[in-house]
């Protein structure tokens, strides 16, 4: 069976346009205050995903908008603080299923309108998760080629930063989607970032899995079969737990294998970095004990660090275990308990 590190369960979430208290709500909270980041000197190159106006577009209508509001309105201040902690972050939004054109079109909008860059996670790759909690994707081939070209198609000309398909790479070269699906995934991949790359204001990264996976001696030829010298660069720890510093030394290796390519850090949940107690096999979905890690930003102290992103979305399921709901189904008391753990 499949080794925990690479596994990761989503749903697509994409909203703009949220009710006006949730955004008043987050008034004090977008782009960042910058309290419980860690200090970091400058890049020696500046990283392509800044605007204007700070790096990331902050949704005011996720889920953790909404509960901050819901406790907010209830006078749960105690708990309303903490939640404010992941709902005036900007998160990755997760897309998925048929027809999303419309959906990447609004919150990259909504995203230009404000000075900033859309965070786009494309989940939605054939035969996608083994079929397991977060099995689906494009029926075949041709529906996922189409599928690319709506979301390019609904970038348009505006600023976005998009992570390629988690877990796409790393099933194929730990044997967990068949072999001979491979050929197709690796063109399919290759195509995406072609595809993508027309756009002139989109930044693609293609998923590399994390640093309690595998070498990076695994996966420098796959990303190049991805396309990566086509790409902006990849994407780590999405969706999991490894520590900042061990990402960013995983990154610097493999960003040495494929010719010096970037990468960003998915931060989201690793302020305590992995879980390792129980069994390894489950250490993936839902640890106990984790916390919220550095905010997003594009401040790394690093050249070919571009950001630190929270691809994954703190306080959404990664399935159901230890009690959790639905893969990508919110989870209030999860969520209270990374904001609690964090520094």
């Known amino acids: 069976m499949y080794g925990s590190w690479a596994r990761r369960r989503r749903r697509t979430a994409i909203r703009a346009g949220a009710p006006a208290a949730v955004a008043a709500l987050l008034a004090a909270g977008c782009g960042g205050s910058g309290e419980g980041r860690t200090p970091a000197a400058a890049s020696a190159t500046p990283s392509p995903l800044v605007t204007s106006d700070g790096p990331f577009w902050v949704d005011p209508n996720t889920n ?95 600023p976005a930063a998009v992570v390629l398909e988690p877990d796409a790479i790393l099933h194929l070269v730990d044997g967990c989607t068949p072999e001979p699906l491979h050929a197709a995934r690796y063109a399919l991949l290759k195509g995406a970032v072609e595809r993508l790359k027309q756009q002139p204001a989109t930044k693609v990264y293609v998923d590399a899995g994390n640093a309690g996976w595998r070498s990076p001696n695994a996966l420098d030829e796959p990303l190049r079969r991805a396309g990566i010298e086509s790409a902006d660069g990849f994407a780590v720890n999405v969706s999991n737990f490894q520590t900042t510093r061990a990402s960013r030394e995983f990154g610097e290796r493999l960003s040495a294998k494929v010719g010096g390519k970037h990468f960003v850090i998915d931060t989201s ?32 102290g690093s050249g070919v660090i571009d950001a630190y992103v929270w691809a994954k979305r703190p306080g959404e399921s990664d399935g159901p275990c230890r009690g959790g709901p639905p893969a990508g189904a919110w989870w209030p008391e999860y969520a209270l308990a990374l904001a609690g753990n964090s520094r």
């Open 269 to 300: 949940r690793n302020g305590n970095g992995p879980y390792t107690e129980g069994d390894p096999a489950e250490n993936w979905c839902n640890p106990p004990g984790r916390a919220l890690g550095e905010r997003p930003t594009t401040d790394t």
């Open 64 to 158: 953790a908008a909404r509960q901050l509001a819901a406790y907010t309105r209830a006078g749960d201040s105690g708990r309303a603080a903490l939640i404010r902690k992941i709902a005036e972050q900007p998160v990755g939004a997760w897309i998925a299923g048929e027809h999303p054109e419309a959906a990447v079109r609004a919150a990259t909008e909504a995203a230009a309108k404000a000075g900033r860059t859309a965070l786009l996670v494309l989940y939605n790759i054939p035969h996608r998760d083994c079929g397991q909690f977060s099995r689906g994707g494009a029926p075949d081939g041709d529906a996922y080629r189409a599928w690319v070209d709506e979301v390019a198609r609904g970038i348009g000309e505006r």
